[in-house]
């Protein structure tokens, strides 16, 4: 079993900045394409930005310039550094990973969501 922690969300004043995080730990022969996405109230989950392995990256237009993901191989960790945050950027926020697992299988697992409230 692999599982997929969060962490870092919270309130914060327009303008300013949070930085989430997301372990995976577990049954892990390595950590594939990592992404955050998001989904607030009412509205469809949305691909926010991802990662390859190798460090390529894409971005939602709405967040581009302003967030930027980044992950460190060696701890199974994905990162997303948010600045200059928005009111309409208040979502829960969800780790996306596809693992291979130690016996081989191929599977995308999610985490549990943080949420991010931005105030204006």
């Known amino acids: 079993q692999v599982q997929l922690v969060e962490s870092g969300g919270g309130l914060v004043q327009a303008g300013g900045s949070l930085r989430l995080s997301c372990a995976a730990s577990?049954?892990?022969?390595?950590?594939?394409?990592m992404g955050w996405y998001r989904q607030a109230p009412g509205k469809q989950r949305e691909l926010v930005a991802g990662?390859?392995?190798?460090?390529?990256?894409n971005y939602a237009h709405s967040v581009e310039g302003r967030f930027t993901i980044s992950r460190d191989n060696a701890k199974n960790t994905v990162y997303l550094q948010m600045t200059s945050l928005k009111p309409e950027d208040t979502a829960v926020y969800y780790c996306?990973?596809?693992?291979?697992?130690?016996?081989?299988?191929?599977?995308?697992?999610w985490g549990k969501g943080t949420l991010v409230t931005v105030s204006s």
């Open positions: 996306n990973a596809g693992v291979t697992t130690r016996d081989f299988r191929s599977i995308t697992y």
């Open positions: 577990g049954s892990i022969f390595s950590v594939n394409a």
């Open positions: 990662i390859t392995r190798g460090g390529t990256t």
